[in-house]
């Protein structure tokens, strides 16, 4: 058990990153002045999602193939998904906004595996196009695309880090749901022994 | 003797058949009286006879007949050139049941570009109507009850918006007074109730009464007997030869219709606004940076005891969440304003609310905002859309009050109120209302209702 553990993936720099940005949000937004009601929610949730998502695609862009790897990631991203939940829940009281916490709590999870499955396909695709010298332009190239497709086609909210948070819906929730089960599924099925362990980058 | 009668055999079945027939057209005549009796009928009457203020409040009469539960829909749209489209739609339902049924309710008209009324049942409309921007005029009225109005048309000033009112068309309430400036019963019309001319001077209007008149005035020259004197925020007086001022004009002896607007607005800006309670920001600041720094470490030491103590935290950290949680998401401030006198107060509830998620704010009550916005007025609910942490000051509907003994050993008005008030008062702060009373002293009634050339 206490083997098992310790393969569980440790705080790095990413988390480090995602507690950071989160927490600076909730200070700088929380309003002093009485007649100023509280929207530090508005701001930490696009920051807490938008940097997990981030962080989930920087994973899946960067990381080497692997199922060994990835799962690696998928835990390192439900880490900084369920440690930074409390910020986020502290901001969601303190502003009562119209959306259900358990909106937030939830969705950033999809959504952060999702970038990591896309991140990850997104790279793969160019490798076997033989451009995996144009990798991080055109992973990072993808993803704007993505969000311009939702922006002005979609209109979902899905692939739009700064819009989720806010726009609570089934479409958002099937399309990440989805995403992320591909992901997981890929990535954590049961290890077929042919890969070896710990070939992740900690 | 066997022989019969002429038509003695075949008379009998006649007179059977011209009855049936009788019978029949008897029955279709009822049928048809009843079917058109049956049909449903509607009628509206906005404003004091028929005469709608914008920016005031207005007495709405409804009727209808065999239409239960039908619905009155009256639209507004407030907007302008640089706000764009904002309606403001006022809906009543009819009582569930048959026969003829009435609303009588006061409604708050906005400066209007479009104003239509319809009244629906069972997805068709029963009636409807509709004023344009051209019929929107937001001087009070000078109502007249008289049975000769043309002796008056021309005696009230060019600027007077006059009309001839009967005393059944005088509106029972305050809130329908909002927008009359000035009574004159001259005696040679049927009287209407006392209570209702009372009502009228409480409510800010500057009643005039012939002391004299038709049988049935003696009530109302009672009113005025004792000479010229203040009632609430109007004026009871009788109506004089004298010369000198105009009926239709200014005067200070009531608050008017733009004085009762400027009192509103002060005492709206000097409402304290809503505060919400934030947890302190350094507290705040330390919890997070705290929490940040414990948890990554936590995970950073790993194994179980780092996993353990970071679950710990987490828990923890629910605590730290209620403590900083909002203590309610819908904050109010409420007031009121009273014009006082003679034992009688016109009185208007004044209140701020805020509320942090955005979406429909439902007020019980029918209050009108500050600043025209989109609002909805549903069986006697306010209804207002608010973006996330928006607020709304918005005025209740007037109403007469008694003035109680303690309001004049209330506290002090607020620093600088004064000031701002439209014109010289003693006030008083009591039980969260501003009593307000005109200085003594003040020029006044003494010069009230005269016309311009004598009585006509």
Same mark, same amino acid.
């Given at each position: 058990?206490?083997?098992?553990?310790?393969?569980?993936?440790?705080?790095?720099?990413?988390?480090?990153?995602?507690?950071?940005?989160?927490?600076?949000?909730?200070?700088?937004?929380?309003?002093?002045?009485?007649?100023?009601?509280?929207?530090?929610?508005?701001?930490?949730?696009?920051?807490?999602?938008?940097?997990?998502?981030?962080?989930?695609?920087?994973?899946? %862009?960067?990381?080497?193939?692997?199922?060994?790897?990835?799962?690696?990631?998928?835990?390192?991203?439900?880490?900084?998904?369920?440690?930074?939940?409390?910020?986020?829940?502290?901001?969601?009281? %303190?502003?009562?906004?119209?959306?259900?916490?358990?909106?937030?709590?939830?969705?950033?999870?999809?959504?952060?595996?999702?970038?990591?499955? %896309?991140?990850?396909?997104?790279?793969?695709?160019?490798?076997?196009?033989?451009?995996?010298?144009?990798?991080?332009?055109?992973?990072?190239?993808?993803?704007?695309?993505?969000?311009?497709?939702?922006?002005?086609?979609?209109?979902? %909210?899905?692939?739009?880090?700064?819009?989720?948070?806010?726009?609570?819906?089934?479409?958002?929730?099937?399309?990440?749901?989805?995403?992320?089960?591909?992901?997981?599924?890929?990535?954590?099925?049961?290890?077929?022994?042919?890969?070896?362990?710990?070939?992740?980058?900690? | 003797?066997?022989?019969?009668?002429?038509?003695?055999?075949?008379?009998?079945?006649?007179?059977?058949?011209?009855?049936?027939?009788?019978?029949?057209?008897?029955?279709?005549?009822?049928?048809?009286?009843?079917?058109?009796g049956a049909q449903a009928r509607a009628e509206v009457s906005l404003g004091v006879a028929r005469t709608p203020v914008a920016e005031a409040w207005n007495p709405l009469e409804a009727r209808v007949r065999d239409a239960p539960a039908a619905t009155l829909v009256l639209t507004a749209d407030a907007g302008g050139l640089q706000r764009g489209e904002v309606i403001q739609t006022t809906t009543w339902t009819f009582p569930d049941a048959a026969?003829?049924?009435?609303?009588?309710?006061?409604v708050p008209l906005p400066s209007w570009r479009a104003l239509s009324w319809r009244i629906e049942y069972r997805d068709r409309v029963l009636a409807s109507g509709t004023w344009g921007a051209r019929d929107r005029d937001p001087r009070p009225l000078d109502v007249v009850v008289t049975a000769r109005p043309a002796a008056w048309s021309d005696a009230l000033g060019p600027d007077a918006r006059v009309i001839f009112a009967g005393g059944a068309?005088?509106?029972?309430?305050?809130?329908?007074?909002? $927008?009359?400036?000035?009574?004159?019963?001259?005696?040679?019309?049927?009287?209407?109730?006392?209570?209702?001319?009372?009502?009228?001077?409480? =409510?800010?209007?500057?009643?005039?009464v012939a002391p004299g008149g038709r049988a049935g005035h003696a009530p109302l020259a009672r009113l005025v007997a004792a000479g010229p004197r203040r009632v609430g925020a109007g004026s009871l007086a009788p109506l004089q030869d004298a010369e000198g001022g105009e009926v239709g004009a200014p005067d200070a002896s009531a608050w008017s219709h733009a004085a009762r607007r400027q009192t509103l607005q002060a005492a709206t800006a000097a409402?304290?606004?809503?505060?919400?309670?934030?947890?302190?920001?350094?507290?705040?600041?330390?919890?997070?940076?705290?929490?940040?720094?414990?948890?990554?470490?936590?995970?950073?030491?790993?194994?179980?005891?780092?996993?353990? =103590?970071?679950?710990?935290?987490?828990?923890?950290?629910?605590?730290?969440?209620?403590?900083?949680?909002?203590?309610?998401?819908?904050?109010?401030?409420?007031?009121?304003?009273?014009?006082?006198?003679?034992?009688?107060?016109?009185?208007?509830?004044?209140?701020?609310?805020?509320?942090?998620?955005?979406?429909?704010?439902?007020?019980?009550?029918?209050?009108?905002?500050?600043?025209?916005?989109?609002?909805?007025?549903?069986? $006697?609910?306010? *209804?207002? =859309?608010?973006?996330?942490?928006?607020?709304?000051?918005?005025?209740?509907?007037?109403?007469?009050?008694?003035?109680?003994?303690?309001?004049?050993?209330?506290?002090?008005?607020?620093?600088?109120? *004064?000031?701002?008030?439209?014109?010289?008062?003693?006030?008083?702060?009591?039980?969260?209302?501003?009593?307000?009373? *005109?200085?003594?002293?003040?020029?006044?009634?003494?010069?009230?209702?005269?016309?311009?050339?004598?009585?006509?």
């Amino acid at each position: 058990m206490t083997a098992r553990l310790d393969r569980i993936a440790r705080a790095d720099a990413g988390l480090a990153l995602v507690l950071a940005a989160t927490a600076i949000v909730l200070i700088a937004t929380w309003p002093v002045r009485p007649d100023t009601p509280n929207a530090s929610w508005y701001a930490v949730s696009v920051v807490r999602v938008g940097a997990l998502v981030a962080w989930g695609w920087l994973l899946g %862009a960067t990381s080497s193939p692997g199922r060994a790897v990835g799962r690696r990631d998928l835990t390192r991203l439900t880490l900084g998904v369920v440690a930074s939940a409390p910020l986020e829940a502290a901001a969601h009281a %303190a502003t009562v906004p119209a959306v259900p916490m358990a909106w937030g709590a939830i969705i950033a999870l999809p959504a952060s595996f999702s970038a990591l499955g %896309a991140g990850r396909l997104a790279t793969w695709l160019l490798q076997r196009a033989r451009l995996g010298a144009l990798a991080p332009i055109g992973s990072l190239a993808a993803a704007i695309a993505l969000v311009w497709l939702d922006l002005n086609v979609l209109r979902s %909210a899905a692939f739009v880090p700064w819009v989720l948070p806010s726009a609570p819906g089934v479409f958002p929730a099937i399309v990440l749901g989805a995403g992320a089960a591909a992901t997981v599924q890929r990535l954590a099925r049961p290890f077929a022994g042919t890969e070896p362990e710990g070939t992740g980058a900690s | 003797m066997n022989a019969s009668l002429p038509g003695g055999e075949g008379a009998p079945c006649r007179v059977s058949v011209r009855r049936a027939l009788l019978a029949s057209l008897t029955t279709w005549a009822f049928l048809l009286a009843g079917t058109t009796g049956a049909q449903a009928r509607a009628e509206v009457s906005l404003g004091v006879a028929r005469t709608p203020v914008a920016e005031a409040w207005n007495p709405l009469e409804a009727r209808v007949r065999d239409a239960p539960a039908a619905t009155l829909v009256l639209t507004a749209d407030a907007g302008g050139l640089q706000r764009g489209e904002v309606i403001q739609t006022t809906t009543w339902t009819f009582p569930d049941a048959a026969g003829v049924q009435r609303l009588d309710v006061d409604v708050p008209l906005p400066s209007w570009r479009a104003l239509s009324w319809r009244i629906e049942y069972r997805d068709r409309v029963l009636a409807s109507g509709t004023w344009g921007a051209r019929d929107r005029d937001p001087r009070p009225l000078d109502v007249v009850v008289t049975a000769r109005p043309a002796a008056w048309s021309d005696a009230l000033g060019p600027d007077a918006r006059v009309i001839f009112a009967g005393g059944a068309d005088l509106p029972a309430r305050a809130a329908g007074w909002d $927008g009359v400036a000035s009574l004159i019963i001259d005696g040679t019309a049927a009287a209407p109730e006392a209570s209702t001319v009372l009502t009228a001077a409480a =409510s800010g209007v500057r009643v005039a009464v012939a002391p004299g008149g038709r049988a049935g005035h003696a009530p109302l020259a009672r009113l005025v007997a004792a000479g010229p004197r203040r009632v609430g925020a109007g004026s009871l007086a009788p109506l004089q030869d004298a010369e000198g001022g105009e009926v239709g004009a200014p005067d200070a002896s009531a608050w008017s219709h733009a004085a009762r607007r400027q009192t509103l607005q002060a005492a709206t800006a000097a409402l304290p606004g809503v505060a919400w309670v934030h947890a302190p920001k350094p507290w705040v600041a330390l919890g997070a940076a705290a929490y940040a720094v414990l948890a990554w470490s936590l995970l950073r030491v790993g194994g179980r005891s780092g996993l353990l =103590s970071c679950v710990l935290v987490l828990a923890a950290t629910v605590f730290a969440v209620r403590a900083v949680a909002a203590d309610g998401a819908v904050r109010e401030v409420r007031g009121a304003v009273a014009l006082a006198a003679d034992g009688l107060a016109w009185r208007t509830e004044i209140r701020e609310v805020a509320r942090l998620p955005r979406g429909t704010l439902r007020l019980d009550g029918v209050y009108r905002p500050i600043d025209p916005g989109a609002v909805t007025w549903r069986d $006697g609910t306010t *209804r207002l =859309s608010l973006a996330a942490g928006g607020r709304v000051r918005l005025t209740g509907r007037p109403e007469l009050v008694d003035v109680p003994d303690e309001a004049p050993s209330g506290a002090p008005l607020p620093a600088g109120v *004064r000031e701002a008030l439209p014109m010289n008062v003693d006030g008083r702060s009591w039980d969260g209302t501003w009593w307000l009373w *005109r200085a003594t002293g003040d020029d006044d009634v003494a010069v009230a209702p005269a016309t311009r050339g004598g009585r006509p």
